[in-house]
């Protein structure tokens, strides 16, 4: 979909503060993402807080992309006086996934990032208390990475006929 004016000038004014950081800018199902590099997210995201006054942090999430070898985090803000959101997208190396805290300037990231943590492994720097939120503590690995088959590939007692396969 084609952006509006105000996603134009959203998108004019990072690419002016931050030129070296927009990777990409897109709109599906109408909501403007735009792909930043990692290095300065949580800067940009204060200049959206202060200055732009995205102010209303709506969700703080993980994405595995195997393909890619990627994590990408992904942040959604929202300028409430406007009903205006925007996703912003980075994406961080799977081996070793780590990006400052956004707790700084939202502190209900805590949770989200949290919750990030435990399901996708990535290390948030600086957070006041990155531990296991859902999982239990001695867990080894990361759920929500696809880095393991939905199912066993060794089961001889499923007869795929009755699912449709």
């Known amino acids: 979909m084609e952006q509006t004016a ?14 070296s950081e927009v990777i990409s800018v897109e709109s599906p ?24 006054k995205y102010q209303y942090l709506t969700t703080l999430c993980g994405i595995h992309y195997p393909e890619n070898k990627t994590i990408q985090v992904m942040y959604q803000l929202h300028k409430l006086t406007e009903n205006k959101r925007i ?13 400052p805290t956004l707790t700084t ?10 919750e990030t943590y435990d399901f996708f492994g990535v290390i948030f720097e600086g957070h006041p208390n990155l ?8 867990m080894s690995i990361f759920p929500m990475r696809k880095e393991y ?11 795929n006929d009755m699912f449709g396969r």
Request: hydrophobic share 40%.
């Open 87 to 99: 996703r912003l997208k980075i994406a961080l190396p799977e081996e070793k996934p780590t990006v």
């Open 131 to 138: 531990i296991r939120i859902l999982n239990v503590e001695e």
């Open 29 to 52: 199902y109408d909501f403007l993402t735009v792909n930043l590099k990692a290095g300065k997210i949580i800067e940009i995201i204060k200049f959206l807080y202060e200055k732009e």
């Open 105 to 114: 300037v939202f502190p209900a990231a805590n949770w989200m990032e949290r």
């Open 6 to 19: 105000t996603e134009d000038r959203i998108v004019s004014v990072i690419r002016e503060n931050f030129p």
């Open 149 to 159: 088959p939905l199912e066993d590939q060794t089961r001889e007692d499923k007869n």
